[in-house]
């Protein structure tokens, strides 16, 4: 459903007939957005997701695309392309009294918890505190 409204694009690099290396995104408003790209590592490793890229970033060049968003992370395979790290806006809504609205709520004052006593703790015990949620975290993974 989503490639047949063009909201899903699919790249596809075969050598003999054999596809050695993929990606996929969703254009929207003149951007694509990175979903996933792979290659067969035991087939061209160096250099197979690079050219498929490459084809790809110039087919969408000249079909007036003006961006390309990699999305979440910043890697070497990034930095080849000349990426520039950028963040984005997160905005959470819900009803006052619902259970999302409740969520929400609780998460911002947790938050202004966290960041007063960051403010008014004494570093030592801060950071203290900071590695036993670190090593806690790390447990329930």
């Known amino acids: ?5 063009n909201w899903l694009e699919f790249w596809i ?7 050695i290396a993929a990606d996929c995104g969703f254009p929207y408003n003149n951007v694509v ?9 035991s087939e061209h490793p160096d250099s197979s997701g690079f050219c498929l890229k490459g084809v790809m ?7 007036g695309v003006q961006k ?19 963040y984005y806006q997160h905005v959470h809504f819900a009803r006052r009294r619902s259970l999302g609205g409740i969520y929400l709520r ?16 004494p570093v030592g015990l801060w950071k203290l505190l900071h ?10 993974k």
């Open 1 to 5: 459903m989503l490639q047949s409204r």
């Open 131 to 140: 590695r036993c949620n670190a090593f806690i975290s790390a447990g329930a």
């Open 106 to 121: 609780t998460r911002y004052q947790l938050k202004g918890a966290k960041e007063w006593l960051r403010e008014h703790l």
């Open 13 to 19: 690099l075969e050598i003999g007939g054999k596809p």
């Open 57 to 63: 970033l110039k087919a969408l060049i000249e079909s």
């Open 68 to 86: 390309y968003d990699f999305l979440t992370g910043f890697g070497e395979n990034k930095a080849q392309w000349n990426a520039q790290l950028s």
């Open 33 to 41: 957005y990175a979903l996933q790209a792979g290659f067969d590592p």
